[in-house]
């Protein structure tokens, strides 16, 4: 066994790897291996938030039936909207007016897709 600190392992010899190498490795670990982790973090992230957008629809008594776009901006996820659709779609998913005027504009990038019960159909 070896330390990536560079201090003795609890076996008692060093770590075969130099100083460099190591704190080279430890800052990979620390920052991730690119972005994915990010986008999947934001996308849990824009999940979470469609159900509570979904809730708070659900309670002001939207009609949902007919695909509305419950979100146009979600917190701390300026990018993200949040759609109702069917599944499988319905000819009305894809009226302008049933879809985020921000997606449409191209103001926003990424949306997360529920049925009108709740269940998520897609979020990219």
């Given at each position: ?45 824009a ?35 949040v ?5 499988p ?36």
């Amino acid at each position: 066994m070896f330390s990536l600190s560079g201090s003795k392992s609890h076996t008692g010899r060093g770590s075969p790897l130099p100083a460099g190498v190591t704190a080279s490795f430890t800052a990979l670990l620390v920052l991730g291996c690119g972005s994915s982790s990010s986008s999947t973090s934001d996308r849990t992230h824009a999940i979470a938030a469609a159900k509570h957008a979904y809730a708070r629809a659900v309670k002001r008594g939207d009609d949902l039936a007919r695909g509305p776009c419950i979100a146009g901006r979600l917190p701390g996820l300026d990018d993200w909207v949040v759609d109702i659709a069917h599944d499988p779609r319905q000819p009305g998913d894809d009226l302008p007016q049933n879809q985020c005027a921000r997606f449409r504009a191209g103001e926003a990038h990424r949306f997360v897709e529920l049925t009108p019960g709740g269940r998520v159909i897609r979020a990219r």
